[in-house]
């Protein structure tokens, strides 16, 4: 049974930074597995920002790219978001998404659609003002 669990939201001002973490218990990571971060911002539809390969291969929403890096600790079964000159429009409810199956490998990359990750978190609030 996959849980996922994100910390590390909050608030902050425009131009700050957090860094979001993850971690994923009764997960395996295979070698075309995916995990990656999605966020909801308020009466918005779901959107993903970065997700990552089982290799470190990365993928970024184009509004985040040069802002956000998404890492990996797969020996603590751990990712993270590092979030840098945040912005109000960043402002929503972020996720933690698995696919351990490889429905969500592309080659040598990961969607960034969230169709093909099966397990998610709870979420975690990213207010910017």
């Known amino acids: 049974h996959v849980q996922l669990v994100e910390s590390g939201g909050g608030s902050v001002q425009a131009g700050g930074s957090l860094r979001l973490s993850c971690v994923a218990s009764g997960y395996t990571y295979i070698s075309h597995s995916c995990m990656g971060w999605f966020r909801r911002p308020p009466g918005q539809a779901r959107e993903g920002v970065a997700a990552i390969a089982n290799d470190g291969s990365a993928t970024y929403a184009d509004s985040v790219k040069g802002r956000f890096t998404i890492s990996q600790d797969i020996a603590r079964k751990t990712l993270h978001l590092q979030m840098n000159s945040l912005k109000p429009e960043d402002t929503a409810m972020y996720y933690c998404?698995?696919?351990?199956?490889?429905?969500?490998?592309?080659?040598?990359?990961?969607?960034?659609?969230?169709?093909?990750?099966?397990?998610w978190g709870q979420g975690t609030q990213v207010t910017v003002s």
């Open positions: 998404a698995a696919d351990p199956w490889g429905g969500a490998r592309f080659g040598s990359t990961c969607t960034l659609a969230p169709k093909p990750f099966g397990f």
